[in-house]
DNA sequence: TCCCCTCTAGACCATTTGGTCTAGTCCTGT
DNA sequence: ACAGGACTAGACCAAATGGTCTAGAGGGGA
């Protein structure tokens, strides 16, 4: 599918990131991710010495910075914190939508069915803090205490990662976008 | 493992419930759930002819059911809906502690994998919705509008979820439980 | 006793899985 | 020109996957 744009790696990447995204980590097998990415075995071994587990890895690091990039630019012009939390909800829900309502939190549908795999359950958590670290930043900036910001933060990300299963098996992005009401960051309407 | 006190159906749902649970629908093979069921592959064939599809169908209701009956339980002795809901969060936490802090929302992680399986999507959000009007139904006797209780019991549904999830990736309760005050259901401490 | 139906038992199968390995291409620095 | 590393290419492999099929155990009713 993808073709030489970007270099194999970054296809490799982008392709699993994706899949995972949509199946889970067994839910994709080596053979459907190197068909997507036009590359062939070699090349996914020579980049990812530790196959793929090296692999869901980097995608989920990849898909985490990317979903640490809406945030900020979410908050970054927004009018108060309300407003960020509200514009980010609204972001993930037109991004739902164009998924075909099937995806779901890039780094828990990559990172967590590794049996008792602990080095993916500490990178989801790190990846997991950075969002949130984000999130209260701008919190902070907004005014509010140290403490106050991480609260609604991790609040937040709560809030998000809950209407994204709810999303998911009803198929709609509704509850993405009933979250800010529901948080009490939409005050109006 | 588990032996003959229950009927070799009982502990196929049972087991597979169990497996799915911690590592997904892919993540566990026929193989291992025969094994701890101490059935042969004909029993499973002949209980759930469709196999294993048919199997996760019936784990998630019944590990759906179990919930249901948790929710209802810590609501039906709480003092108020916000009582109840605290209630129902540190039972969640004490149960993933039990859990070795391993076992995440036993639907999500059993029917979300089927890729573009409606029928394990479909079901899953029936058996959310019967939660979500569980807790809506108490909200209901405590007073709250039906509109009121339902947007509090959705919200109550997107914060477990959530919290679920970083539950996971933190190896620790503690989302759980701070779950309770994020959402404004502990006024005090 | 004999039949029938439910259920257990597990051998067997094609396919797919993640992973290894050898060969070869291509580009870069000298 | 040529050496050497980075990368591509895909044949190959053992193990595991979900699923099918035949055989038979066990028990209740006629």
Redesign the interface.
């Known amino acids: 599918m993808t073709e030489a744009l970007t270099s194999t790696r970054d296809r490799l990447v982008l392709n699993a990131a994706r899949l995972f995204q ?6 994709v097998g080596l053979a459907e991710i190197l068909a997507e990415s036009g590359a062939p075995k070699g090349s996914l071994y020579h980049h990812f010495p530790n196959g793929k587990a090296d692999l869901a890895l980097a995608a989920a690091d990849w898909a985490g910075g990317e979903m640490q990039r809406i945030m900020a630019d979410a908050f970054e012009h927004a009018a108060s914190f309300d407003d960020g939390a509200t514009t980010l909800c609204f972001k993930l829900a037109k991004l739902f939508d164009l998924s075909g309502h ?1 995806d ?2 890039p780094v ?2 990559t ?6 795999n602990d080095a993916f ?1 500490d990178r ?2 790190e990846i ?1 803090a950075g969002w949130i670290g984000t999130v209260t930043t701008h919190g902070v900036r907004f005014g509010l205490s140290p403490d106050a910001a991480e ?1 609604m933060a ?2 937040l ?7 994204w ?2 999303a ?4 709609t992005a509704e ?1 993405l976008r ?2 800010p ?3 009490g960051h939409m005050p109006g309407a």
């Open positions: 949509q199946r889970g980590y067994h839910g099937r779901g939190c828990s549908s990172l967590f069915e590794g049996a008792a359950r989801a958590a997991f609260m991790e609040r990300f709560m809030g998000l990662e809950g209407a299963v709810l998911r098996a009803q198929k509850p009933r979250l009401r529901l948080l």
